[in-house]
């Protein structure tokens, strides 16, 4: 899962990155002002894995992992965001939109004040003035090809035409590609063009520590103008101070201001679920691991997380939910008690399967 970190300058976004992945990017009042991203990858915390652990005492145990890119967003004009920014923004999976609400005289906001609904409304703009350039310009491509098209070729480039007309229309409506009703093969038709308004959001509001009492009403407000979205409130400052700690004074720290769980726990989990996302877990060669993949994910997908070969020569999986293999204490009693099932390739994968694939190639 690659997630991009977005947000007009000076809102925040960079502390941000720095609490979620325990990263030193710079900060400060002025911002970066290079089109390099910072990049950082944060392990994915999931209890089950100690279970796991507890049971195969594997050598190794490796959990899931996110990768963040922090990604220098500025006001475009209208004329969309430029080739370098899109070329990095366009391979994440899902957007975190940091949304600044807290106050600090000595970092002066980019607009002037503080109105997180005008920030929100700013960025959903810049996205969407990006795919309106992307259709514009291959529109023009589509209309010179046309000119000297075979009939076979001038059927699919007038679909493809149509399509983009239709979807520009929509945007220009402020409807996002992500919320326009499109058939399979036009979504798989336009998947390539790496719609920014097409991949899922999240925004957080970056509140300042005196705003922690009343995080969830502004986090409440801010979710019914825009009720679309998930949105979470958090203190970003504070997070990434409480990073550089060891588990357990965080842990105290959090408690004694009332702060609920850690950001990184949170906005993985709204990831996950912004994202239709589950993991499995595999127990083989003396390492436990968890993997990330869609819901409704058949297993020789899955198995093609783990290694195409598996994919390609699939034959079987061996299944155990973790509850039940928790319960059990291990394999041999969850095969008595006829918990661990032998599926096929149009078994779907639920979250928390423990799985062994049987292949041949």
């Given at each position: 899962m690659e997630i991009g970190i977005i947000g007009l300058p000076k809102s925040g976004k960079t502390t941000l990155f720095n609490s979620l992945t325990k990263?030193?990017?710079q900060t400060g009042a002025f911002g970066s002002t290079t089109l390099e991203p910072n990049i950082g990858v944060t392990k994915v915390p999931d209890p089950r894995l100690e279970g796991l652990q507890a049971i195969f005492d594997p050598k190794r145990t490796i959990p899931a992992e996110v990768k963040y890119v922090d990604v220098a967003v500025s006001k475009?004009?209208?004329?969309?965001?430029?080739?370098?920014?899109?070329?990095?923004?366009?391979?994440?999976?899902?957007?975190?939109h940091v949304v600044r609400a807290f106050?600090?005289?000595?970092?002066?906001?980019?607009?002037?004040?503080?109105?997180?609904?005008?920030?929100?409304?700013?960025?959903?703009?810049?996205?969407a003035f990006s795919d309106l350039a992307i259709i514009e310009r291959r529109l023009l491509r589509i209309g010179d090809s046309l000119k000297g098209a075979k009939p076979m070729e001038r059927e699919t480039l007038v679909q493809e035409q149509a399509l983009l007309s239709r979807i520009g229309s929509a945007i220009e409506q402020e409807v996002p590609v992500r919320e326009q009703t499109l058939t399979r093969e036009e979504a798989k038709m336009v998947e390539n063009y790496q719609f920014l308004t097409a991949k899922p959001l999240?925004?957080?509001?970056?509140?300042?520590?005196?705003?922690l009492p009343q995080a969830s009403l502004l986090e409440e407000d801010l979710k019914s103008r825009y009720p679309r979205f998930q949105v979470a409130a958090i203190c970003a400052k504070l997070e990434m101070e409480l990073s550089e700690l060891d588990q357990v004074e965080a842990d105290g720290f959090r408690s004694a201001m009332g702060v609920g769980e850690a950001a990184t726990d949170r906005?993985?989990?709204?990831?996950?679920?912004?994202?239709?996302l589950i993991s499995f877990f595999t127990i083989a060669s003396g390492e436990v691991r968890a993997w990330t993949i869609r819901r409704?994910?058949?297993?020789?997908?899955?198995?093609?997380?783990?290694?195409?070969?598996?994919?390609?020569?699939?034959?079987?999986?061996?299944?155990?939910p973790y509850a039940g293999l928790t319960q059990c204490g291990g394999l041999p009693e969850a095969r008595k008690q006829g918990l661990l099932r032998l599926e096929g390739k149009s078994y779907v994968v639920q979250d928390g399967d423990v799985i062994t694939f049987l292949f041949n190639i």
């Open positions: 990263g030193k990017a475009s004009k209208g004329k969309g965001l430029s080739g370098e920014l899109l070329a990095y923004l366009g391979r994440v999976d899902a957007f975190i106050l600090d005289e000595s970092i002066p906001h980019s607009e002037g004040d503080i109105d997180p609904a005008r920030d929100v409304d700013i960025m959903n703009m810049e996205l999240l925004i957080v509001l970056n509140i300042g520590e005196d705003q906005i993985i989990k709204l990831s996950y679920q912004l994202l239709g409704d994910t058949l297993a020789p997908k899955a198995a093609g997380k783990v290694h195409s070969d598996m994919e390609r020569g699939f034959i079987r999986a061996e299944v155990v």
